[in-house]
């Protein structure tokens, strides 16, 4: 047997081994959960769902990446497929179930943030007026340009951007660009 071929057989074994063992697929997922369930649970409720279905859909998009991975799927750019896979559900539920309005982002709290300093009246006050600002201020952006700000707002590359969204990198540029135009004009 060449080298070669003993390498191949060899590194095949490992791969096989590698993808029959189900303790490798739930330290990935569960890898993957630590990192980036906060976030993706933010950028569902971006999406205008409201909280409940956001937790069903993050459960959701995590349990279809342990079947991706147990059906050998790509392991390629994970987080990219895992938001693809979350915001085509959170689409589907908005089409089954109707459009329905979500709570702000800031009832969002997670372990992984920070404890607040004690805030004054006036401080809590200018932050809800800020908050407000915002919130209409994202309205008045088309859904393209929400989604890929949104997407940009939790660290994702323009090319990663484009893979979740399914849009080329020139249209995902674009539309940060456009959308922190707009952004700048309102506040």
């Not at 369930?37 to 569902?44: E, N």
């Not at 971006?46 to 279905?53: E, H, K, V």
């Not at 952006?141 to 893979?163: H, I, N, T, V, W």
């Amino acid at each position: 047997m060449e080298p070669a071929e003993a390498f191949v057989l060899s590194r095949t074994k490992w791969i096989d081994s590698a993808v029959n063992e189900p303790e490798d697929f739930h330290q990935l997922v569960l890898e993957h959960y630590d990192r980036e369930h906060l976030s993706l649970r933010r950028y569902v409720l971006f999406l205008g769902i409201d909280a409940d279905t956001s937790q069903d859909v993050v459960q959701e998009s995590f349990l279809r990446l342990y079947e991706h991975l147990r059906g050998a799927g790509d392991r390629t750019n994970l987080r990219a497929w895992l938001y693809r896979v979350a915001h085509n559900l959170a689409r589907n539920r908005q089409t089954t179930a109707g459009f329905r309005r979500t709570d702000a982002l800031s009832t969002l709290t997670g372990p992984t943030e920070p404890v607040a300093p004690v805030i004054t009246a006036e401080q809590a006050l200018l932050n809800r007026e800020r908050d407000a600002a915002l919130q209409l201020a994202m309205q008045a952006l088309s859904p393209a340009q929400r989604e890929c700000l949104a997407l940009r707002a939790q660290g994702f590359k323009y090319r990663e951007m484009a893979d979740v969204l399914e849009l080329s990198v020139s249209t995902v540029a674009e539309n940060v660009q456009r959308g922190l135009e707009k952004l700048r004009k309102v506040l």
